[in-house]
């Protein structure tokens, strides 16, 4: 039986503490919430047999650790055939005061009329930024592309996303959405 490096085994365990909820919760967004915490082992598992190359620093280990969650995700998929699994599972509505219930609700349902109208790369790429809020150069490793790559899939992301929800939107919900208002809509 071979013996563990004790740097190894403790740099494990410091990721394991530091990032398991937010790549539970990166998986959650991904796939069926049954499904999630097989693709987190898995992730982990993978992440240990490769701890030698992992990046030090804790945004960059996070970054890295959502590309093996993706990788590990894609395989899943294959495996079983998923056609739609990677629907993102929209953000929380913020609890609204007073009568404003109903346009809170109605924005929902816009949002997620917008959302289904998203390629899945342009909602894997905002939800890269806005769900799981990684900067464009941590995002651009979990594709595998460049930072600047990324940042411009992420503004034709925005404006589809922008055009999907139509001529009038709130302007509270393009600000929690990292859009602008003053956005064109143009493709």
Not at 26 to 48: C, I, K
Not at 124 to 136: K, M, P
Request: aromatic letters at 6%; a positive charge.
């Amino acid at each position: 039986m071979r013996t563990l490096k004790p740097d190894r085994e403790s740099r494990f365990r410091a990721l394991y503490a530091d990032t398991y909820a937010d790549v539970l919760r990166f998986a959650q967004r991904r796939v069926h919430p049954s499904h999630a915490e097989d693709v987190v082992a898995d992730t982990f598992l993978a992440a240990w047999r490769r701890m030698d190359v992992a990046p030090r620093r804790h945004g960059d280990a996070r970054a890295w650790l959502f590309g093996i969650a993706r990788n590990c995700l894609l395989n899943t998929r294959r495996g079983l055939g998923r056609q739609d699994a990677l629907a993102v599972r929209l953000a929380e509505v913020r609890p609204v005061a007073g009568g404003a219930e109903d346009a809170a609700i109605t924005w929902r349902l816009d949002l997620a009329t917008a959302w289904r109208g998203l390629s899945a790369a342009e909602q894997e790429t905002l939800a890269l930024t806005v769900f799981d809020g990684l900067d464009s150069k941590q995002a651009a490793r979990v594709l595998g592309i460049t930072a600047t790559s990324y940042r411009l899939r992420l503004l034709r992301a925005r404006r589809a996303l922008r055009r999907g929800l139509g001529p009038d939107p709130a302007e509270e919900s393009l600000t929690i959405l990292g859009l602008d208002p003053r956005m064109e809509t143009r493709p």
